[in-house]
């Protein structure tokens, strides 16, 4: 990340603009549009008074079959629990569908009633995060590929100036996870970050911001 | 965040891509232009430093999980959740403000029935939080919270108190200007925003590097809202326009029409 060390205290006043990095792909980009997008801030240390849900570990209401908690801890660069953070989950329902206009197989309503598909959960005074949710199918892929059951997961917190995005992966879903053309395109030595533990009822899956088992996270 | 240190794990593809053997054509959202969000590291606002990644993003192609979102609405925003003002028994103290504006993606599309979440402390500077306890009195009329839906052209509204600033301990002296929360979901895993809201012409914009993240001097100048006359209601309340603007989608083979540029 570009460091701005040289900050006198009248922030923002003495850089020049526009550096020299180019984006990704720019070659491939589309014309600059005609709205440039509001920027990221962080959520502050107050988000649970904004963005906290009754039910927003709840993916699935209670009592639906098949139903599992993904539970986990997210860490500091010193190791330390991040009591501050706030988990959002986003994915398919169980037969690899969204209800959802994009979807260009159709929008398709859950066959599981209450599925929402999007689950929410502050962490507490250890750092935990909990979702209730079903496994996700398997998703087709525009060259005829095949994602292996995922979640997208987005995490913000103080210090996050901006979210974090990471996937979870199943630890039973080997075969699938070593087809996948995500998890595949990621340094194998760090694939592991991506996928969750087995646990008592359910998964656990830490997210390790800094640090030697630091998780994989994504521009997308 | 900065794109420059993103490995790409699959090329991009030119808009509307190849012919593809599943036919499964997807929309595609644009990435940013560099410094148009915060790094992820930013030392002169510390929370950053044990926190940003250190290792670089990893591109995640746009696949169905990215291009569907969650799209949620009818029922979540209750009555009163667009009106902090009206939430509690009596009047919040403060200046009464109407901030509205619409909700668009990067090609000027509104966004419509989309759910905006705001957070905000009280005219004092104070949030209605467990963990905020500096000396400045809450308010028993005021949560700061509010919830609404934009309507079908993207337009939101909320009446609320004018926040006051707030001290905290990033840097000696350290105040974060006035300033409201926003969350927004749009359409798409790719379009989830949450930032920050600030008024016009604050004298604490210099020495907050919260603020000044956000590298490009048009970039931030998207966080400040506008003082509106046009809304501001007589004998009752100043208006503020805060536009959001979410990242816009490619155009599609059908979007361009006979436009093969
Ligand atoms: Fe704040």
Redesign the pocket.
């Known amino acids: 990340m570009t460091e701005h060390t040289d900050l006198t205290p009248t922030f923002g006043t003495g850089l020049a603009v526009g550096t020299s990095a180019s984006p990704v792909g720019t070659a491939a980009l589309a014309p600059t549009p005609s709205l440039g997008s509001t920027p990221a801030q962080t959520v502050?240390p107050?988000l649970h008074i904004g963005l906290l849900w009754p039910d927003g570990p709840e993916v699935v209401p209670e009592g639906t079959a098949g139903a599992f908690w993904i539970r986990g801890q997210v860490f500091d660069g010193a190791g330390a629990v991040v009591p501050d953070a706030l988990v959002e989950t986003w994915q398919a329902d169980p037969d690899g569908r969204f209800d959802h206009p994009d979807d260009p197989r159709g929008a398709q309503s859950p066959a599981v009633p209450g599925f929402r598909g999007f689950g929410r959960s502050a962490t507490d005074a250890d750092g935990r995060y909990e979702i209730r949710t079903l496994k996700p199918g398997a998703l087709p892929g525009a060259d005829g590929e095949t994602e292996a059951p995922h979640l997208n997961l987005s995490i913000f917190a103080r210090g996050l100036l901006h979210r974090l995005v990471t996937r979870l992966y199943f630890p039973d879903e080997e075969a699938a996870n070593a087809a996948d053309p995500v998890l595949g395109a990621i340094d194998p030595t760090r694939r592991a970050t991506l996928v969750a533990r087995p646990a008592p009822d359910g998964l656990r899956f830490d997210i390790h911001l800094q640090g030697p088992d630091e998780t994989v996270f994504f521009a997308v | 965040m900065t794109t420059e240190h993103i490995r790409s794990a699959e090329p991009d593809l030119p808009a509307g891509g190849p012919a593809r053997p599943s036919g499964l054509v997807l929309p595609r959202y644009r990435h940013d232009d560099p410094d148009t969000h915060p790094p992820m590291l930013f030392p002169d606002y510390g929370s950053t430093n044990l926190r940003a990644p250190k290792q670089p993003l990893a591109l995640l192609p746009q696949r169905l999980t990215e291009v569907t979102g969650p799209l949620l609405g009818a029922g979540r925003p209750g009555d009163l959740d667009h009106d902090l003002t009206r939430q509690h028994a009596g009047e919040p103290q403060g200046q009464r403000i109407i901030v509205h504006g619409r909700v668009l993606d990067g090609n000027g599309r509104p966004i419509p029935h989309t759910l905006v979440e705001i957070w905000q402390?009280n005219a004092a500077g104070r949030y209605r939080h467990v963990n905020d306890n500096w000396p400045a009195p809450l308010d028993p009329n005021f949560t700061g919270v509010g919830r609404t839906l934009t309507d079908a052209e993207g337009h939101y509204r909320f009446v609320t108190i004018q926040p006051g600033a707030y001290p905290w301990r990033n840097h000696p002296n350290a105040w974060?200007p006035a300033?409201i929360?926003f969350s927004l979901f749009g359409q798409a895993f790719t379009q989830r925003l949450v930032t920050?809201m600030y008024f016009p012409g604050d004298p604490l914009f210099f020495q907050d590097p919260v603020f000044n993240s956000v590298r490009d001097p048009l970039a931030r100048e998207r966080l400040i809202s506008r003082y509106d006359h046009s809304v501001t209601e007589p004998e009752w309340a100043l208006g503020f326009e805060f536009d959001l603007v979410l990242r816009g989608r490619e155009a599609t083979p059908f979007e361009d029409g006979d436009d093969d540029d």
Request: charged letters at 15%; hydrophobic letters at 0%; glycine letters at 14%.
């Open positions: 502050g107050y | 402390p974060r300033h929360h920050q």
